[in-house]
């Protein structure tokens, strides 16, 4: 098996990119609101949505596939800043340019909105305020607990409770592919990726975690969560 849990590419879905469509796709982000059009757009695996300093002229919605956001230091290392998975919201800046390169972890599929449409309906419909308040204090949180983990736990802690925090975003059934190879969590996690491969053999070892497929992990939660907990 490779060392790095990598997800196979998946097929570029097949859409039109001029061909608008309505966001009825279930309960989430700026669902029941038909003036807000989103554009279907595809990216195939490691494919750039946009990159750091351009103009964020755009929002993204995730509708299939994994997105992860990161930053390049001075030195050259590459820092992961997020995951954005289906259902997630991203591209929305505080100020008029991207301060993250954002790509494609796999082949993905997207609903890309107009930035200022956004803003402009927030002012005037009360639901697309708070949905995109609801998305603001999540990312705090979210960017918190991220802060936590990095700062006070052991490698075997923040994996466990990574690897915890994609099954609940994925559905919370304790099975699910993993979109990111073993390198991505190691930027992400601030950990090396010789460090991120015992730790997963640690946590197989422990009957915590089991790889059931090139990109499949079954997780025993029960384990999981006393091994962050302790």
């Known amino acids: ?54 103009e964020a002229e755009s929002v993204y919605r995730v509708l299939q596939g994994a997105v992860r956001t990161h930053k390049v230091l001075s030195d050259g290392r590459r820092q992961i800043t997020g995951f954005h998975l289906p259902g997630d919201l991203f591209g929305f800046e505080p100020g008029e340019t991207h301060r993250h390169t954002a790509e494609a972890l796999t082949g993905t599929r997207a609903l890309v909105f107009k930035r200022r449409q956004v803003e402009r309906l927030a002012t005037h419909r009360a639901e697309v305020a708070c949905q995109l308040w609801s998305f603001a204090t999540r990312s705090l949180r979210h960017a918190q607990d991220h802060m936590l983990l990095l700062g006070r736990r052991s490698a075997l802690e923040r994996v466990a409770a990574f690897m915890l925090d994609v099954d609940e975003r994925l559905g919370g059934t304790g099975l699910f592919d993993l979109p990111m190879t073993r390198r991505d969590i190691a930027d992400y996690l601030g950990l090396t990726i010789e460090t991120v491969s015992r730790t997963i053999s640690q946590l197989e070892g422990e009957g915590a975690l089991l790889r059931t497929g090139g990109r499949q ?14």
């Open 1 to 54: 098996m490779s060392r790095e849990m990598v997800l196979a590419p998946a097929l570029r879905p097949i859409v039109s990119p001029r061909a608008p469509v309505v966001d009825r796709d279930g309960a989430g982000l700026f669902a029941g609101c038909p003036e807000l059009i989103g554009t279907p757009a595809a990216y195939g695996r490691e494919e750039e949505i946009f990159g750091e300093g351009e």
């Open 217 to 230: 992990v079954s997780l025993r939660r029960g384990r999981m969560h006393r091994l962050v907990e302790d």
